[in-house]
């Protein structure tokens, strides 16, 4: 656990990998009903998480990671973050990622009655978002 009340201890935690496991100063996400900034002696809390990218203070530094929606929980200065899908920026791929934008939005162009529109607007969200975050914050 991080030392009380000086940082906060972050996990994103994925069914493939420990994405982060970092001491951090700040942590910032987008809950289903807004963003919520957290920095230590934070209250306890659960929310579901939105398919948005989670950023971090750590040293002065901002840092990001792509979160494909999940819950986050806050306890004793520990913030946890259980998802189907994070990706730090330099792992992204983004040939893939265009590839899932662009079948994504094939289906939804297509209006075909047999389309999950809501999992392709999910997977649409998720190719953007890694898009955003590679390109912002990945490999130069
Ligand atoms: P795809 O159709 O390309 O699989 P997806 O959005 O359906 O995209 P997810 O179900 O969110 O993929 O993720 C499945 C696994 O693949 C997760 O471990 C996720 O981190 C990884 N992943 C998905 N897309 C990428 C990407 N562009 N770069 C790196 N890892 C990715």
Same mark, same amino acid.
């Given at each position: =656990? ?8 972050? !996990?994103?935690? #994925?069914?493939?990998?420990? @994405? $982060? ?5 700040? @942590?910032?996400?987008?809950? $289903? ?5 957290? =920095?230590? /002696? ?19 530094? *901002?840092?990001? @990671? #792509? %979160?494909?929606?999940?819950? $986050? !929980? %806050?306890?004793? /200065?520990? @913030? #946890? %973050? ?5 990706? +730090?920026? !330099?792992?992204?791929?983004?040939? *893939?990622? +265009?590839?899932?934008? +662009? *079948? ?21 969200? *998720? ?5 955003? %975050? ?7």
């Amino acid at each position: =656990m991080a030392e009380a009340g000086k940082t906060l201890h972050l !996990e994103v935690i #994925t069914p493939d990998a420990a @994405v $982060l496991h970092e001491d951090v100063d700040f @942590v910032l996400v987008r809950a $289903l009903d807004g963003d919520l900034g957290i =920095m230590p /002696n934070h209250a306890p809390l659960i929310a579901s998480l939105s398919i948005w990218p989670l950023c971090y203070d750590k040293g002065g530094k *901002r840092q990001y @990671v #792509t %979160v494909a929606s999940g819950f $986050l !929980e %806050v306890h004793d /200065n520990t @913030v #946890t %973050v259980i998802t189907p899908a994070s990706e +730090k920026p !330099e792992d992204i791929d983004v040939d *893939r990622a +265009k590839s899932a934008e +662009k *079948r994504a939005e094939d289906r939804l162009a297509a209006h075909a009655a047999d389309i999950d529109t809501a999992r392709a607007e999910a997977a649409l969200q *998720r190719a953007l978002r890694r898009l955003d %975050v590679a390109e912002k914050y990945g490999k130069q």
